[in-house]
């Protein structure tokens, strides 16, 4: 009953340095996105993908770029990473686009020094 | 500019006592309202939900309530246990529409 994993869970990156936040769900949900969570800002959509073979920006997209690699998969990368994109991302999905009820990963820490 | 906002970061509460966990929005489209609860190291999980064309919904101890001439929600707990210690994140949507969550009010209940 795993729902939805992310890896790593922390990660340390030097500025300019690149990496890709991994997902992937076994709920076979259509739906899928990716939140950034800063204090006080809540959490804030960075791409969704509402069906396989789709995506699309959210509010704060700048620095990322994702691809839905399958209908359980859906990644998260960062090519030039910044210490502004120093956060903790979830991951999420839903049984349909917008479906209201997100299921969320536990997350992954990340700093950018 | 913020169209949902959570104005207390925190509140504490009395074990057995109610808490209530307020949220205020901006746009007049927003028609389904939503409240999460997260626990430290894990992600967010849903907790209840209401639509506009409501003004309350329970669940067991949780009840949210709608005031929509006043673009306000609130979050009742009763009575508070401290597993509900947690973040509590207000969000609101409308049809066709991303999620908007506001910034999260960190609740703590006192044994």
Not at chain 2, 41 to 49: K, Q
Request: glycine share 8%.
């Amino acid at each position: 009953n795993a729902g939805v994993t992310q890896t790593p869970k922390f990660q340390v990156l030097k500025t300019g340095q690149s990496m890709t936040l991994q997902c992937a769900q076994d709920m076979n949900h259509n739906s899928m996105y990716w939140y950034r969570q800063d204090p006080g800002m809540g959490l804030r959509l960075i791409y969704y993908s509402a069906s396989e073979g789709t995506t699309d920006k959210g509010e704060v997209p700048n620095g990322y770029n994702v691809s839905r690699l399958n209908k359980r998969e859906f990644s998260l990368r960062l090519e030039s990473a910044a210490p502004s994109q120093t956060s903790v991302y979830f991951c999420a999905s839903s049984e349909r686009g917008w479906g209201e009820k997100l299921f969320f990963g536990s997350g992954t820490q990340l700093s950018v020094l | 500019d913020q169209q949902v906002k959570q104005n207390s970061p925190s509140l504490s509460v009395q074990e057995g006592r109610i808490s209530i966990l307020n949220c205020d929005y901006t746009n007049s489209m927003f028609d389904y309202f939503l409240w999460y609860k997260k626990y430290p190291a894990e992600g967010p999980t849903f907790l209840i939900s209401i639509s506009s064309i409501k003004d309350k919904n329970e669940d067991g101890r949780f009840t949210v309530f709608l005031n929509k001439s006043a673009k306000h929600l609130s979050l009742h707990i009763v009575p508070s246990q401290p597993g509900d210690s947690a973040v509590y994140f207000c969000a609101a949507k409308n049809a066709g529409n991303m999620l908007t969550f506001g910034g999260g009010t960190r609740l703590m209940v006192k044994p």
